[in-house]
């Protein structure tokens, strides 16, 4: 994970992506998730961590259960509700049972109200960046120690820090191998965990951010697609997802670095190309529901190239 930010990726080989895996009303509705997500090329696993959701843990190790591959994150672990010393025992655990798969996310959370009722303090942005901070200096010094039981298999576990406020990006710059950006936004005065989507502006503006926080320290950078649809009319079909939407709409949506709308697999590589060009995206990351979508992009930018891949390439950038 040496990728600057801004360094892109020229093809998908270079790409990384993600499914991220929350609710599922059975274990063969987990089970066909993991194995969609395998057969589609995907790289990651990940697991939320919110209320009304599965637990990230539980979930990760079922995951390493059915694929031998796949990598395991937390996406990303809100740091309020953990403990250092139990969560490095959790995080020591699943790496060692998955063989060394494990990558630990942490985010400062934000939805209040998952706060209230676990009965968990919350407080104001600079507090919970803290909070965070100070968990994961903490987890991976425990991590690091040689008498650390279980010892995990990978020495370091890879860091993903989450975050779209200019202080958690700072954090992630300081200690995170990758860059987790959700690309939404708190709405000024709402109650907190009410999001918009960023607009491209604001999320360059952050990568750049990251970028001068960073000073040449190495990591790479993620992006959450929240909505991906490939469709011949990407305008009628945002429109459709963000309906009932007060704080987007399909214009803010259609030019989001975290949304793909695409008239098909090749112009949806061809978005990716160029946010990686545009931002320094070379891991992506999606919802459950949008797996197959994604899926049909990840297999055109891994399609081995052809006569008429230069040709393609020109017609679709």
Do not use: K
């Amino acid at each position: 994970m040496a990728d600057g930010v801004g360094a892109g990726a020229a093809g998908g080989a270079g790409f990384e992506f993600g499914v991220n895996v929350g609710r599922a009303a059975s274990r063969a509705g987990f089970a066909d998730v993991v194995r969609r997500a395998g057969e589609a090329g995907f790289d990651v696993i990940a697991a939320p961590d919110h209320l009304g959701c599965l637990s990230p843990f539980v979930s990760l190790a079922t995951a390493a259960s059915l694929d031998p591959r796949l990598r395991l994150r937390t996406y990303v672990l809100d740091a309020g509700f953990w403990n250092a010393a139990l969560l490095a025992r959790d995080v020591a655990t699943l790496d060692v049972l998955s063989g060394g798969r494990v990558e630990l996310g942490v985010g400062a959370g934000h939805v209040r109200d998952e706060h209230e009722d676990a009965g968990v303090r919350w407080g104001p942005l600079a507090e919970r960046v803290r909070w965070m901070e100070d968990l994961l200096v903490e987890v991976r010094r425990r991590l690091a120690d040689e008498a650390h039981s279980p010892r995990p298999v990978q020495r370091p576990v890879p860091l993903v820090v989450g975050a779209m406020s200019r202080a958690g990006l700072a954090v992630a710059a300081r200690h995170a191998d990758v860059v987790a950006f959700p690309g939404a936004l708190q709405v000024r005065g709402e109650r907190p965990g009410t999001l918009r989507l960023a607009t491209a502006e604001e999320v360059a503006e952050r990568v750049a951010h990251v970028r001068e926080a960073a000073a040449g320290r190495p990591h790479r950078c993620d992006v959450l697609l929240q909505l991906v649809a490939l469709d011949p009319d990407p305008e009628r079909v945002a429109a459709e997802l963000v309906a009932g939407d007060p704080h987007t709409s399909a214009a803010d949506a259609l030019a989001s670095p975290a949304c793909l709308f695409a008239t098909d697999a090749a112009d949806g590589a061809a978005q990716l190309r160029r946010r990686s060009a545009e931002f320094g995206f070379t891991a992506f990351s999606t919802h459950d529901w949008n797996l197959d979508a994604l899926g049909r992009v990840v297999a055109e930018l891994r399609r081995p190239p052809g006569p008429a891949g230069p040709v393609a390439a020109q017609r679709v950038g």
